[in-house]
């Protein structure tokens, strides 16, 4: 069993930056590739960035990508997600997720492949 708790959301303007925070405790860390996934009111939750077991690959979608960045401290049991450049459309409940794999450089895309969710942080990006 992993217990995942988010934090760091709020309400910043765009262009602004939030770090958001995910700590997991129950299990070994270092078992799980760690992933952020967000949804939005009406719409399906999507894949944001995933990080690999041994934190050396991480993946982003598009509409993320050179602005998020993920990262993992094995010292704090803890995933990262640092968001810079936000825009309104970024605006979601954030989730963090846990996947077990036996490949260490492995990052899972998948949603269904998570074993583990945290309960939602959410992010409000104003104009």
């Known amino acids: 069993q992993v217990q995942l708790v988010e934090s760091g959301g709020g309400l910043v303007q765009a262009a602004g930056s939030l770090r958001l925070s995910c700590a997991a405790s129950?299990?070994?860390?270092?078992?799980?590739?760690m992933g952020w996934f967000r949804q939005a009111p009406g719409n399906e939750r999507e894949f944001v960035s995933g990080?690999?077991?041994?934190?050396?690959?991480?993946y982003y979608a598009d509409s993320v990508k050179g602005r998020f960045t993920i990262s993992r401290d094995s010292t704090r049991n803890t995933v990262y997600l640092q968001m810079n450049s936000l825009k309104p459309e970024d605006s979601a409940v954030y989730y963090c997720?846990?996947?077990?794999?036996?490949?260490?450089?492995?990052?899972?895309?998948?949603?269904?492949?998570?074993?583990?969710w945290g309960q939602g942080t959410q992010v409000t990006v104003s104009s």
């Open positions: 997720a846990a996947a077990f794999t036996r490949r260490s450089a492995y990052v899972e895309l998948v949603e269904r492949e998570y074993d583990y």
């Open positions: 129950g299990s070994t860390f270092s078992s799980y590739a």
């Open positions: 990080i690999s077991r041994s934190g050396s690959s991480t």
